[in-house]
């Protein structure tokens, strides 16, 4: 909820994140940093520091962390039996990355939440009970609890990004912006039933339950169904049918670009847009504390002021530490005002409510 009362006290700048004021000892604008309940929807202070706060050493869990999905390898990698790698988790939600190089040998049914893959690399079909998905890199592939299907994964590289939530997942409610915004429902992808050949005498159907795999085998088809209608269904949506929503004279905080909702969980789209253009505006994401979500941020791919991104580089930042870009970036979009009329980032983003933990694969890899 948001105070009535509101104070400024020393040397701000008239609007947040517009104008600083400066110099600081090194000569650049003093920095601004922001401390955020909620997420960014909850009380806030705006500080106005001398120094770069993500320049620190850090010991002990408190930390950024960073990995290279390339440099990860899932058992599914090498064994068609194999699992997908778990990355983060707490007791609302579970990170996943899959390299799977061969067709599932089984069905899947996991009844213990939602899921949310994201393609990174690869093509492919989930085959669901509901009719087949196809899905490319950009595309979230959403099935919800107790929904039986498997991945069929073309030859070559496959990176799949799973979000696994305990919570239902759903669309939030955009107050004021309409039912068409920041995407049209119709756009989403929805499979249609198709005539299968149950030509194996058997099918097993791996049954993930409280955290365990069990098997059920049955004589026919999983996928036997011939028509289906109501409002539960597997789907996949594009990140190219994303709306971004943007302000021209300030840069709007990741809340504003929230694609999927659970109990404690906000899955986020950071996707290509014009630069804010009024002058002054700071167009780099301002230094961040967020008090009460972690952050899991996986860069698909795009460019920020015209240099690459690492592509499936993916990180973790707890809640209460300081992180965003370095300030060298915040100097360059300064300097290079005129030079840029876009931000082409592709990011995809986790917030969670209560702190993750890392899987001991991610362990040893600082920011």
Sequence with gaps: MRSLIQFSKGRTSRQAHRDLPGPAPDGSPLKDDELTRGGFDGREAV?????????????GRFRSTTALLSDLKPSDLTDPRGQAQ????????????????????????NVDGDECWFVHRGTGTVETEFGPIAYEPGDYVVIPKAITHRFVVDPGETYLFGIETVGELRAPTYVGLGRHAPFDPDVIRVPEPQPVDSSAAEYEIAVKYDGEYSAIFVDHHP???????????????????????MSDSLHLPPSMHVFLV?????????????????EGVERIPWYHRNADYDEVALIHGGKSLGRPMKAGLISHDPQGIHHGFPDRARI????????????????????????????????????
Excluded at 265 to 277: H, Q, S, W
Excluded at 335 to 348: F, L, N, T
């Design 86 to 109: 778990r990355l983060h988790y707490n007791g609302d939600v579970t990170t996943w990355l899959s390299r799977r190089s061969e067709p599932m040998p089984f069905f899947r049914r």
């Design 332 to 367: 360059k979009a300064r300097r290079e005002w005129d030079e840029h009329a876009r931000i082409e980032w592709e990011i995809i983003m986790v917030e969670a409510a209560r702190p993750l933990k890392l899987d001991p694969v991610l362990l040893g890899s600082p920011a």
């Design 47 to 59: 500080l106005y520091r001398a120094n770069d706060p993500t320049v620190f050493r850090a010991e």
């Design 223 to 245: 996928c036997d169904v011939e028509g289906w209608k109501g409002d539960y269904f597997p789907f996949a949506f594009h990140i190219r049918d994303w709306n971004v929503i």
């Design 262 to 278: 659970a109990e404690g969980v906000n899955i986020i789209n950071l996707l290509p847009r014009p630069f804010e253009t009024v």
